[in-house]
């Protein structure tokens, strides 16, 4: 791009449109995973599982799209989070299992049964790209503005719906009485006990509503992006969303701001790789985990994860 | 489809139970394994791989297994496997899985271990090549005069000798037609992420990229996926015929006819009259194939066809070789 061309000003502005873009695609399934991550760390439970719950979400959006069209697709990608979420749900805050185990379990239970349930439904075959789409939809007038018009007003109507979880989310956990209670299991549970808090209820009620986000995060896959199902189509999301949620200091705004983070360095490599650069393409792809780290490093000391996470009693 | 699985995983048993007395000898039955690198359902490399097997089973009478292995070490692991079973050849679907052949093969000297696309050779070692470059040149030559805007994209899973031979081989026959041509190549960095294959391929888009060589398996559906929304590119497929997956947006694919390929091998080896080595497998023994999708053949110029043509004839004679780019050597 020569900057003296008057051409050249209107290609960058292009590419940082379809850069901004994206961000924001690649960002909204990480978001609603890490969100739904930060419900269940919150109550004091780690949902390693969550890769799971994004395939269950990703495989029930393509059966129930097929059938009855883009929104049960998406009703029933979070209904396909969440049943597998009860089943960790039950088995780490009822049974009292080891959590990163069970979650582990629950991954492999999700990658492997769905791959299993897509063959024998569509064959080896395959659905190839028969699965309808949410396309975009613009805000009126907002999504006229230039450069990040496109990026942030012109998207399919679920990333608006990750927005807009994210003050709804803030204000559940510190604004009622409900979050307050949530925060108390995943810090303090005997006190939240002792205090008359349901504690076994609440952890699995933030567990299923964690997998339920997991789930439409998978949906987002299926819907709004591939418009197609791929075995192992999630590809470490559910993991980065774990990572994320960490980065984000357990709180919904953070791990928004997180998986932009994410999305944008993402964004920034498929740039990359598309200037035709010739340097080992391994490098661009390490970039969103680099930037990620870093992230992490600089956000050290600031927060710290909920007292009771990870063990055992509810 | 569910009968079919049942019938997978019963065969062993009721190759037992109704054979009888004629199986008693173990070694009477031809056992043929297969690995995949990924999932059967991937519509290219693995889906033909899987139908292969199948074809062998139907056509050779075959007892067949098929597992889909997901790190290397696994790779070592079902191999032994197959090897202690007493499996007469066992093939391992990918160029990845030679090192594994060349540890386990001389454990056990009954079983064959074909690598396809591997060029690994031993006493009970041997590998096809598929020569992705033929195919993949005259592929090159339908890019280079159907771009518009001068700019052609290739977007593979990962970086496989053979998809960079195949790359390398494509920007040679776009170069052939258009000498100014210039070629973005970008890598997903694995082979299931369809959102990746996706965005990589609209952020080549972006950057004026009008026709796209993808070989990515079931992330190559982003690829076509974006192709079809943005109705910016055209894409040409790999591996398997890809021309129905999006009709309206693919000129062609690359086809390697891969149950042809395993068919051939396994005929060889039931016969006992197979010698390992590098088994080649290109034009001419119609295993790699390009096929145009008769749907927008309208959108290459005539002139070009006829040279596609005129350059396979020649590929034929061997009175071209196509570059293969820089394959480094296989070290034991």
């Known amino acids: 791009m020569d900057p003296q061309d008057p051409g050249g000003r209107r290609l960058m502005a292009d590419a940082l449109t379809g850069f901004l873009e994206a961000a924001?695609?690649?960002?909204?399934?990480?978001?609603?995973?890490?969100?739904?991550?930060?419900?269940?760390?919150?109550?004091?439970?780690?949902?390693?599982?969550?890769?799971?719950?994004?395939?269950?979400?990703?495989?029930?959006?393509?059966?129930?799209?097929?059938?009855?069209?883009?929104?049960?697709?998406?009703?029933?990608?979070?209904?396909?989070?969440?049943?597998?979420?009860?089943?960790?749900?039950?088995?780490?805050?009822?049974?009292?299992?080891?959590?990163?185990?069970?979650?582990?379990?629950?991954?492999?239970?999700?990658?492997?049964?769905?791959?299993?349930?897509y063959r024998t439904w569509y064959g080896a075959g395959g659905a190839a790209l028969s699965v309808p789409t949410a396309g975009p939809m613009a805000v009126p007038g907002l999504s006229k503005l230039p450069v990040v018009g496109p990026a942030f007003f012109s998207q399919p109507v679920v990333t608006y719906l990750a927005a807009l979880l994210v003050p709804v989310l803030w204000w559940f956990l510190y604004r009622t009485h409900a979050g307050l209670a949530l925060r108390a299991v995943g810090e303090a549970p005997e006190a939240a006990r002792a205090a008359g808090v349901a504690t076994a209820r609440l952890r699995t009620l933030a567990v299923v509503a964690g997998g339920a986000l997991g789930g439409l995060a998978g949906g987002t896959l299926v819907l709004a992006q591939a418009g197609t199902f791929a075995e192992g189509m999630s590809a470490g999301r559910g993991f980065v969303a774990i990572a994320i949620v960490v980065l984000g200091r357990w709180h919904p705004v953070g791990a928004a701001l997180g998986a932009l983070v994410f999305g944008a360095a993402t964004a920034l490599q498929f740039l990359i790789q598309a200037m035709g650069w010739t340097l080992p393409y391994q490098l661009f792809l390490a970039l969103p985990y680099v930037l990620t780290l870093g992230a992490l490093a600089l956000a050290r000391g600031r927060g710290r994860p909920p007292a009771a996470l990870g063990q055992a009693s509810g | 489809m569910r009968l079919r699985h049942l019938a997978l995983a019963l065969a062993p048993v009721l190759s037992t139970a109704c054979g009888g007395a004629k199986d008693a000898a173990p070694s009477s039955t031809f056992k043929v394994a297969l690995l995949t690198p990924g999932p059967i359902s991937d519509q290219s490399w693995n889906g033909g791989a899987y139908a292969g097997l199948q074809r062998i089973k139907d056509s050779l009478g075959a007892q067949v297994s098929h597992i889909q292995t997901k790190t290397p070490a696994e790779f070592d692991e079902n191999f032994r496997q197959y090897g202690a079973q007493g499996y007469t050849l066992v093939f391992g679907h990918g160029f990845e899985y030679q090192d594994a052949a060349l540890r386990v093969a001389p454990q056990f000297p009954k079983t064959i271990f074909v690598t396809t696309s591997g060029t690994t050779v031993g006493p009970n070692i041997a590998g096809m090549n598929f020569a992705f470059e033929e195919a993949s040149y005259l592929a090159g030559m339908v890019a280079g005069a159907t771009t518009s805007t001068g700019t052609i994209g290739c977007i593979g899973g990962t970086e496989l000798p053979p998809v960079k031979v195949s790359f390398a081989a494509f920007e040679a026959g776009a170069r052939r037609v258009r000498p100014d041509v210039k070629v973005v190549v970008s890598y997903l960095g694995n082979w299931d992420d369809v959102g990746a294959g996706k965005e990589q391929a609209l952020a080549q888009i972006g950057r004026g990229v009008d026709v796209i060589f993808q070989n990515a398996d079931a992330a190559g559906l982003g690829v076509f996926q974006a192709a079809r929304e943005t109705r910016k590119a055209f894409v040409i497929g790999s591996n398997a015929n890809q021309n129905g997956v999006a009709p309206e947006v693919v000129l062609g694919s690359v086809v390697i006819d891969i149950p042809h390929a395993l068919m051939l091998v396994a005929r060889e080896v039931k016969a006992g009259t197979f010698t390992p080595r590098v088994v080649p497998l290109g034009l001419k023994s119609d295993v790699v194939t390009l096929v145009l999708n008769d749907a927008l053949r309208a959108r290459i110029p005539a002139a070009v066809l006829a040279g596609v043509d005129s350059v396979k004839g020649e590929l034929l004679a061997g009175r071209i070789v196509v570059p293969r780019g820089t394959t480094p050597p296989v070290t034991p």
Not at chain 1, 76 to 81: L, N, P, Q
């Open chain 1, 24 to 117: 924001v695609r690649t960002a909204t399934p990480l978001a609603f995973a890490a969100m739904g991550e930060t419900i269940a760390e919150r109550a004091g439970v780690i949902n390693v599982g969550l890769e799971g719950c994004v395939m269950a979400g990703a495989f029930g959006a393509l059966v129930a799209a097929g059938a009855g069209g883009v929104g049960a697709g998406f009703a029933t990608s979070a209904v396909a989070g969440a049943a597998l979420a009860a089943l960790f749900a039950l088995c780490v805050v009822r049974l009292g299992t080891d959590q990163i185990i069970t979650g582990t379990a629950m991954t492999l239970l999700g990658l492997g049964g769905t791959g299993a349930l």
